[in-house]
Nanobody, 120 residues
Framework: QVQLVESGGGLVQAGGSLRLSCTASGLTFSSYAMGWFRQAPGKERVAVARITFGGTGTYYTDSVKGRFTISRDNAKNTVYLQMNSLKPEDTAVYYC?????????????WGQGTQVTVSS
């Protein structure tokens, strides 16, 4: 079965950095677009960053542009989210997700999430 396992979350002060990782198994990773989503308490889950299956196209929500970078290593079946200049409003549970084909649209598989907490 497909599994997506996130790691790298934690507690960091505002202005700090974290790198999230998500390792996939049970699918042909290089055929899947990958995305990072987040859900803050009391809010809906939203897309943060997405990357095409080949890694040549990336997309970001406006609030993280210039601060977050999504990347992938298809040889390691892993997608990353480098988060710099973190703000308290970045506090959320972060999920990675996989979608066969293009990065737009609904996602087929989800990880269990990793908590990111940014203190002011």
């Amino acid at each position: 079965q497909v599994q997506l396992v996130e790691s790298g979350g934690g507690l960091v002060q505002a202005g700090g950095s974290l790198r999230l990782s998500c390792t996939a198994s049970g699918l042909t990773f290089s055929s899947y677009a990958m995305g990072w989503f987040r859900q803050a308490p009391g809010k809906e889950r939203v897309a943060v960053a997405r990357i095409t299956f080949g890694g040549t196209g990336t997309y970001y929500t406006d609030s993280v542009k210039g601060r977050f970078t999504i990347s992938r290593d298809n040889a390691k079946n892993t997608v990353y989210l480098q988060m710099n200049s973190l703000k308290p409003e970045d506090t959320a549970v972060y999920y990675c997700a996989a979608r066969r084909g293009a990065p737009g649209g609904s996602y087929d598989y989800w990880g269990q999430g990793t908590q990111v907490t940014v203190s002011s």
